[in-house]
């Protein structure tokens, strides 16, 4: 059974870069035809998509956050991560890591909460 | 980005009522629409994908239809675990957007 884990750290200073970790199991993430990202949800909002990463290795971004935005595989571990730089308050949230498939919909991790704030 | 736009915003409806949400898509997406339903607290759940196709293990009193820009959710018969916030989701661009959102409340 496919389980999606996010890692990283639950505070992050405002300008600084939040970075965060999938680690994949029950799946491999070079297998073909899904896409694995990243999906976020501010507190008391709606879910806000921001960027994915196919199993060759081609990136897609949100077009408001893709200045910011770094998506990559890492199939030695089987395991995905985002970067997203120079953060403010406006990016605290639940970040979701997925397994996505164009035809089938989306596979949730349990999601992390991320504060931005000194 | 294509833009889904849901309605209505927020619902109030009763254990047995029958229960639509639409969304529509700013622009063609065929049939690359998904639904999710998500309770507080929880990562959302798949329901409904592909427009019309229930997810394994949901009930059957959930159904999806629609095409082109324009789909529908409907539940059947509200159950007490129904209450919740829905989402729709084009996977039709690799750029992937949702819906706002659809809160379902007791009357």
């Known amino acids: 059974q496919l389980q999606l884990q996010e890692s990283g750290p639950g505070l992050v200073k405002p300008s600084e870069t939040l970075s965060l970790t999938c680690a994949v199991s029950?799946?491999?993430?070079?297998?073909?035809?899904?896409?694995w990202g990243w999906i976020r949800q501010p507190p008391g909002k709606g879910l806000d998509w921001i960027a994915s990463?196919?199993?060759?290795?081609?990136?897609y971004y949100n077009s408001s956050l893709k200045s910011r935005v770094t998506i990559s595989l890492d199939t030695s571990k089987n395991q995905f991560s985002l970067k997203l730089s120079s953060v403010t308050a406006a990016d605290t949230a639940v970040y979701y890591c997925?397994?996505?498939?164009?035809?089938?919909?989306?596979?949730w991790g349990q999601g992390t909460l991320v504060t931005v704030s000194s | 980005d294509i833009q889904m736009t849901q309605s209505p915003s927020s619902l109030s409806a009763s254990v047995g009522d029958r229960v639509t949400i639409t969304c529509r898509a700013s622009?063609?997406?065929?049939?690359?629409l998904n639904w999710y339903q998500q309770k507080p607290g929880k990562a959302p759940k798949l329901l409904i994908y592909?427009?019309?196709n229930l997810q394994s293990g949901v009930p059957s009193r959930f159904s999806g239809s629609g095409s082109g820009t324009d789909f529908t959710l409907t539940i059947s018969s509200l159950q007490p675990e129904d209450f919740a916030t829905y989402y729709c989701?084009?996977?039709?661009?690799?750029?992937?957007?949702f819906g706002q959102g659809t809160t379902v409340e007791i009357k």
């Open positions: 997925a397994r996505d498939h164009t035809g089938s919909g989306i596979h």
């Open positions: 029950g799946g491999s993430i070079s297998s073909s035809t899904y896409y």
């Open positions: 990463v196919y199993y060759s290795g081609g990136t």
């Open positions: 622009q063609s997406i065929s049939s690359y």
């Open positions: 592909a427009a019309s």
């Open positions: 989701q084009q996977s039709y661009s690799t750029t992937r957007t």
